[in-house]
């Protein structure tokens, strides 16, 4: 069975610059997780998704960053301008769903942003 | 207020010693927990989780951990460590009634170093 995908793996941009990472979660899973990762910490949760409808998007900075998951299956996650501050991996998760043994998360490889 | 602490941010062992990483967890509905495992330059890969039943689960790459409800922690194990276990290990709590918009809490990490 595939795992997450996500791409791209690496990504290098200068500030100001668009960005867009991409995510397809595991075949049947209808949750679909985006977090970010700055370094020597744990995942931060930014939204989360059931089917295409996002549920929790609460710690996603929308002044510059958006998220769909059209067809609710895969997802993008772009920044709008990018900032120096952006730096960091980005890892995507799905679920089979939100009951019990249903909510364990599996992780992409993520993609490393680097904003210069 | 819900949270997860790993208490030691960096562990060296020698190859071949026993391992014992802690977690503890605050709140007090009943929690659901994992470990997750981070090579450098990768996502994260679940280890092992608890949901219900046995309090002593089995997980991949010959690691254990133990819940224990009265000390509210779920520590990670391994009887002998190789080289290749150098890696962040991260607990993640969530709590089953927590609700709909429940997520998953994460420790800041513990970093494994490897002696030879």
């Known amino acids: 069975e595939a795992g997450v995908v996500q791409s791209p793996r690496y990504k290098i941009i200068e500030k100001k610059q668009p960005v867009a990472f991409w995510c397809n979660p595991i075949s049947g899973h209808n949750t679909l997780y985006w977090y970010r990762q700055n370094l020597g910490q744990g995942p931060e949760l930014l939204i989360r998704y059931e089917n295409e409808e996002a549920v929790d998007d609460s710690q996603l900075p929308k002044d510059r960053f958006s998220a769909e998951r059209l067809k609710g299956v895969d997802s993008t996650l772009k920044i709008q301008p990018a900032e120096l501050g952006d730096s960091a991996v980005y890892l995507c998760?799905?679920?089979?769903?939100?009951?019990?043994?249903?909510?364990?998360?599996?992780f992409g490889p993520g993609t490393r942003l680097l904003v210069l | 207020a819900q949270s997860v602490t790993q208490p030691d941010i960096h562990i060296t062992v020698s190859e071949g010693a026993s391992l014992e990483l802690r977690c503890n967890y605050s709140y007090g509905a009943t929690p659901y927990l994992f470990w997750y495992v981070q090579s450098p330059g990768q996502g994260l890969q679940l280890l092992l989780k608890y949901f219900s039943g046995d309090t002593l689960v089995q997980g991949i790459k010959g690691f254990e951990a133990e819940f224990k409800r009265s000390q509210s922690s779920f520590n990670l194990r391994k009887p002998s460590v190789h080289w290749s276990d150098a890696a962040e290990y991260f607990c993640a709590v969530t709590w089953s009634r927590a609700g709909n918009n429940r997520k998953l809490i994460w420790g800041l990490g513990t970093s494994l170093a490897v002696n030879p």
């Open positions: 998760a799905s679920s089979l769903g939100l009951a019990g043994e249903q909510e364990t998360q599996y």
